[in-house]
């Protein structure tokens, strides 16, 4: 079955302890991105890329960091965490049809709840 | 940059109507793409359906359709035959060139039987 995969569904820190989310896609697409969604904000764009060690920053990347060294693989780290980053996170993986745009339309993961206390 | 905006926070609307979802953007890009995503109270991300900027014809997916009007840019999702099943928040998107794909804040779509 093609899907994103994203683990913990849950998880509960506490400020400063570092911890990663995985993300895994198995559509062999070119883009993965990373969002974070908050009542009244809708969802907002971390970070995102374009293939295998093309990264860049999104819309609110402070305070996190991502990798791409493989092309299934996005993880999202956040190397010390505080409460203001506790929220719902999204890892998608798009293709593309055009060379150039991520135009196929995303494919979400099922979303990680994260609470910093 | 690029902006997408959803004014309506709420709506509401009877089985079996027809209701409309409003959607408007704003980009410098000639080259984009717009969607509408579900997201029903389990919390995944379902994309309804796709429009290419460069095609006039609306994008229809069953009971989904949108209204694409590119010189106003806007782009509305109209739902046919309301279903229960259709009640979910749900999120206009648009993706350009630089590859970001941004949200509008959602509408919380009710469906009354």
């Known amino acids: 079955e093609a899907q994103v995969t994203q683990n913990p569904r849950y998880l509960i820190t506490v400020t400063g302890k570092k911890l990663t989310v995985t993300c895994s896609q198995n559509?062999?697409?070119?883009?993965m991105s990373w969002y974070r969604q908050d009542p009244g904000l809708g969802l907002r764009q971390i970070y995102y890329?374009?293939?295998?060690?093309?990264?860049d920053k999104g819309d609110v990347p402070e305070g996190y960091k991502v990798s791409r060294k493989e092309k299934r693989n996005f993880p999202l780290i956040l190397e010390s965490p505080s409460p203001n980053q506790t929220s719902l996170y999204f890892c998608?993986?798009?293709?593309?049809?055009?060379?150039?745009?991520?135009?196929?339309?995303?494919?979400f993961g099922s979303g990680t709840r994260l609470t910093v206390v | 940059a690029q902006t997408v905006t959803q004014s309506q926070p709420e709506m509401s609307v009877q089985e079996a109507e027809t209701v409309t979802l409003s959607c408007t953007y704003d980009?410098?890009?000639?080259?984009?793409?717009l969607f509408w995503y579900k997201q029903p109270p389990s919390r995944q991300m379902i994309l309804v359906i796709r429009?290419?900027?460069?095609?006039?014809q609306n994008a229809t997916e069953n009971r989904f359709s949108v209204n694409f009007q590119k010189a106003a840019k806007s782009f509305s999702l109209k739902i046919s035959d309301s279903q229960l099943g259709d009640a979910a928040m749900y999120f206009c998107?648009?993706?350009?060139?630089?590859?970001?794909?941004?949200f509008g804040k959602g509408i919380t779509l009710s469906v009354r039987p």
């Open positions: 998608a993986s798009s293709r593309s049809t055009s060379g150039t745009i991520p135009n196929y339309g995303y494919t």
């Open positions: 559509m062999n697409h070119e883009y």
């Open positions: 890329s374009m293939n295998v060690e093309v990264t």
């Open positions: 980009t410098s890009e000639s080259d984009y793409y």
């Open positions: 429009q290419e900027a460069y095609k006039q």
């Open positions: 998107a648009m993706v350009g060139a630089n590859s970001k794909l941004t």
